[in-house]
C-alpha cells in the first residue's frame, strides 16, 4: 500500500486547493501515532482545524479516509476542560479516487467539513466555558491560599473529584501535647476549588475541629454578616459596623492620619460586643478595615477602654492582651512624642 500512500501525497496539494476555505499541507509532527505518522494532514489555519487523509490498506484496491480534527487544547485552559469528545466529522471512498482530486474535496465539502464546522461551533463555545471556569476557579483557589498555613493551590489528582479542580490543604498545631502525627487532635481542612461558567463552587472538609472552631465555620456559612460604612458630617473619620441579622457584632471607628510611614489611618478602637467575643470577630473587623484602605498604614495605641453601648459595658481585653493582640495581627512598634506605645499595621 506504499504506492498508494505516495499518490495520496502527491494528489494532496490539489486536493487542498479544490476544498471550500482556505486550506494547506502541515508537516506530520515527529512524535506523531502510527496512524498519522501516515498521513496527510490538510490544515486551516484560519480555525486552527485539520483534515486527516490516510489509507485503509486491509481494503481491497485501498480505502481513502478523511477524518476532521479540532484544535489542540489551549495553554491557558486544563485539558479536563471539555468533557465528552466532539465528533469533528468522518468520509471514505475508494482509493481509486486519488487520481481525480476535484472529486476528493467534493466529497469532503460536502460529507465532512459541514460536520467539523459545526463541531468547531461547539468547541469554541467550550474553549470559551473553560476559560471562564478557569478564572473563576483560580480567583477562587488564590484567594484561600492567602490564608495562614494553608498549602497550594494544586492540581487534584484524587478521584472523584475532576482533575481541573484545585486542592488546598492546612494542618493546625496539635490540640494536646503528647499527640502523634495524623491523629484525631490535629485539625485538618481539605478544600477543593470547582467552577461553573458563572461562579466558584468550594467544597470544604474538616476534621478533628474544636468546639469552639466549628462554631464559627458553621456561623459563617449558615449566618452571613454585613458590613456598613458611616462617614461622620462633622470630621473625618468613618465608623465600620458588622451585623448578624439585626445585632450589632463589632465596631470601628478610624480617620486618616499622617504616620510614620506616610499618608495613613488612625484607629481609636476596635470593640465586640461581648456575646460574640473569642469567636474571631474582631480580626474580621481588623481585615475590613485592611480591605477597604489597602494602601494606608494602620497606627494605634493598644489601650483598654469601655464602649459607649448599652450592654457593651465590659472592657473586654486588657492593655497587655491587646499589646499581644495586635502584634499578632502584625503590628510593629512606632513610638512617636505624642503616642510612645504606637504601633503600626502596614
Given at each position: 500500500?506504499?504506492?498508494?500512500?505516495?499518490?495520496?501525497?502527491?494528489?494532496?496539494?490539489?486536493?487542498?486547493?479544490?476544498?471550500?476555505?482556505?486550506?494547506?499541507?502541515?508537516?506530520?509532527?515527529?512524535?506523531a501515532?502510527?496512524?498519522?505518522?501516515?498521513?496527510?494532514?490538510?490544515?486551516?489555519?484560519?480555525?486552527?482545524?485539520?483534515?486527516?487523509l490516510?489509507?485503509?490498506?486491509?481494503?481491497?484496491?485501498?480505502?481513502?479516509?478523511?477524518?476532521?480534527?479540532?484544535?489542540?487544547?489551549?495553554?491557558?485552559?486544563?485539558?479536563?476542560?471539555y468533557?465528552?469528545?466532539?465528533d469533528?466529522?468522518?468520509?471514505?471512498?475508494?482509493?481509486?479516487?486519488?487520481?481525480?482530486?476535484?472529486?476528493?474535496?467534493?466529497?469532503?465539502?460536502?460529507?465532512?467539513?459541514?460536520d467539523?464546522?459545526?463541531?468547531?461551533?461547539?468547541?469554541?463555545?467550550?474553549?470559551?466555558a473553560?476559560?471562564?471556569?478557569?478564572?473563576?476557579?483560580?480567583?477562587?483557589?488564590?484567594l484561600?491560599?492567602?490564608?495562614?498555613?494553608?498549602?497550594?493551590?494544586?492540581?487534584?489528582?484524587?478521584?472523584?473529584?475532576?482533575?481541573?479542580?484545585?486542592?488546598?490543604?492546612?494542618?493546625?498545631?496539635?490540640?494536646?501535647?503528647?499527640?502523634?502525627?495524623?491523629?484525631?487532635?490535629?485539625?485538618?481542612?481539605?478544600?477543593?476549588?470547582?467552577?461553573?461558567?458563572?461562579?466558584?463552587?468550594?467544597?470544604?472538609?474538616?476534621?478533628?475541629?474544636?468546639?469552639?472552631?466549628?462554631?464559627?465555620?458553621?456561623?459563617?456559612?449558615?449566618?452571613?454578616?454585613?458590613?456598613?460604612?458611616?462617614?461622620?458630617?462633622?470630621?473625618?473619620?468613618?465608623?465600620?459596623?458588622?451585623?448578624?441579622?439585626?445585632?450589632?457584632?463589632?465596631?470601628?471607628?478610624s480617620?486618616?492620619?499622617?504616620?510614620?510611614?506616610?499618608?495613613?489611618r488612625?484607629?481609636?478602637?476596635?470593640?465586640?460586643?461581648?456575646?460574640?467575643?473569642?469567636?474571631?470577630?474582631?480580626?474580621?473587623?481588623l481585615?475590613?478595615?485592611?480591605?477597604?484602605?489597602?494602601?494606608?498604614?494602620?497606627?494605634?495605641?493598644?489601650?483598654?477602654?469601655?464602649?459607649?453601648?448599652?450592654?457593651?459595658?465590659?472592657?473586654?481585653?486588657?492593655?497587655?492582651?491587646?499589646?499581644?493582640?495586635?502584634?499578632?495581627?502584625?503590628?510593629?512598634?512606632?513610638?512617636?512624642?505624642?503616642?510612645?506605645?504606637?504601633?503600626?499595621?502596614?
Amino acid at each position: 500500500m506504499s504506492d498508494l500512500f505516495d499518490r495520496l501525497t502527491e494528489a494532496a496539494p490539489a486536493i487542498a486547493a479544490a476544498l471550500d476555505g482556505t486550506w494547506t499541507i502541515k508537516p506530520v509532527p515527529k512524535d506523531a501515532d502510527p496512524v498519522t505518522s501516515a498521513s496527510v494532514l490538510l490544515h486551516d489555519a484560519s480555525r486552527g482545524v485539520t483534515v486527516r487523509l490516510h489509507i485503509d490498506e486491509y481494503v481491497t484496491d485501498g480505502k481513502l479516509i478523511a477524518d476532521g480534527m479540532l484544535p489542540d487544547t489551549p495553554d491557558d485552559i486544563p485539558a479536563d476542560s471539555y468533557g465528552w469528545a466532539l465528533d469533528a466529522g468522518h468520509c471514505g471512498m475508494t482509493a481509486r479516487k486519488l487520481d481525480k482530486p476535484n472529486q476528493i474535496a467534493g466529497q469532503i465539502n460536502r460529507r465532512l467539513l459541514p460536520d467539523l464546522a459545526t463541531a468547531y461551533d461547539k468547541w469554541q463555545t467550550r474553549v470559551a466555558a473553560a476559560r471562564a471556569q478557569e478564572a473563576h476557579r483560580r480567583r477562587a483557589a488564590d484567594l484561600l491560599a492567602t490564608l495562614p498555613g494553608v498549602e497550594g493551590p494544586r492540581r487534584n489528582n484524587y478521584a472523584p473529584v475532576r482533575r481541573d479542580a484545585y486542592l488546598l490543604t492546612w494542618d493546625g498545631d496539635p490540640r494536646v501535647p503528647d499527640a502523634y502525627p495524623g491523629s484525631r487532635y490535629e485539625p485538618r481542612v481539605r478544600a477543593t476549588v470547582d467552577a461553573t461558567e458563572r461562579l466558584e463552587t468550594v467544597t470544604i472538609e474538616l476534621s478533628h475541629l474544636s468546639a469552639e472552631a466549628a462554631y464559627a465555620v458553621l456561623q459563617a456559612a449558615i449566618e452571613p454578616v454585613r458590613l456598613v460604612r458611616h462617614d461622620s458630617d462633622s470630621d473625618a473619620s468613618q465608623r465600620l459596623e458588622l451585623w448578624l441579622a439585626n445585632e450589632l457584632v463589632a465596631y470601628s471607628d478610624s480617620v486618616p492620619y499622617p504616620n510614620v510611614w506616610s499618608e495613613g489611618r488612625w484607629l481609636y478602637e476596635i470593640a465586640v460586643n461581648p456575646k460574640f467575643r473569642g469567636l474571631g470577630y474582631g480580626t474580621r473587623m481588623l481585615d475590613a478595615i485592611r480591605t477597604m484602605w489597602p494602601d494606608e498604614p494602620l497606627s494605634l495605641t493598644p489601650e483598654a477602654f469601655t464602649p459607649h453601648i448599652e450592654g457593651w459595658e465590659d472592657r473586654g481585653l486588657t492593655d497587655e492582651q491587646l499589646l499581644a493582640w495586635y502584634t499578632r495581627h502584625g503590628a510593629t512598634p512606632t513610638p512617636t512624642d505624642s503616642h510612645p506605645g504606637a504601633l503600626t499595621i502596614r
